[in-house]
């Protein structure tokens, strides 16, 4: 709803009386894209990092899934994995280790192909190569062929992970999910889908009770 006061200053534009207008409102109540600017800032998405500090994302599910990645997915799969690139809806990029990177063989002028988060375990020297479907859609066979392609000179092996807010996002993807990938559900953490035909195969023992 248009205030009294900012429609005074609406219909003083065109005369002499504008610009003066103009000054007395944002003196008044300051000026509009602050107030915005302090307003979004108030939404901001904290995400804590596995060495315990903390970075902001600009608000969004899409920078919510991000989050639920490292602090659920990463500890329970990728347990002291660094966080190596994590990529922002408003600031393209938040964190972006290119020493790291370029170290692994990542061509770090190409960053713009990297998925949405980027994690290297250097035990077992995989980097976890993590598309969150809210931003541009699954680890479909063409995005994982373009990923690969870029990273033929990277000296770690790599898993590939789609991330999902809820089973039902899950359900919209599915047929477009690349074999020898995996989905993770933000809603069901503890467990993961494999697309990797019989790699896991195998009979499962029953989880013991009581």
Request: glycine residues 8%; proline residues 7%; contains cysteine.
């Amino acid at each position: 709803m248009l205030t009294e006061e900012a429609a005074d200053v609406l219909k003083a534009y065109g005369t002499p009386a504008f610009d003066d207008a103009v000054k007395q409102f944002i003196e008044q109540f300051g000026s509009l894209k602050i107030t915005y600017d302090r307003l979004r800032e108030t939404h901001r998405i904290s995400l804590r990092l596995p060495d315990g500090a903390t970075v902001y994302l600009s608000p969004g599910e899409h920078n919510a899934l991000q989050v639920a990645v490292i602090e659920e997915f990463g500890p329970r799969f990728a347990p002291g994995a660094a966080v190596l690139y994590v990529g922002d809806t408003a600031k393209k990029h938040v964190i972006f280790d290119s020493d790291q990177l370029a170290g692994l063989g990542v061509p770090i002028t190409e960053h713009d192909k990297l998925p949405d988060v980027v994690l290297y375990d250097p035990q077992k020297q995989w980097l976890f190569m993590i598309e969150a479907v809210t931003s541009h859609g699954p680890v479909s066979p063409k995005r994982h062929r373009e990923i690969e392609s870029f990273l033929g000179s990277c000296s770690a092996e790599r898993v590939y992970v789609t991330a999902f807010l809820s089973i039902g996002d899950f359900r919209k993807y599915a047929a477009d999910i690349a074999w020898e990938t995996e989905a993770w559900i933000a809603a069901n953490p503890d467990h993961m889908i494999h697309f990797n035909g019989p790699k896991f195969l195998g009979p499962y023992k029953p989880q013991r009770t009581g």
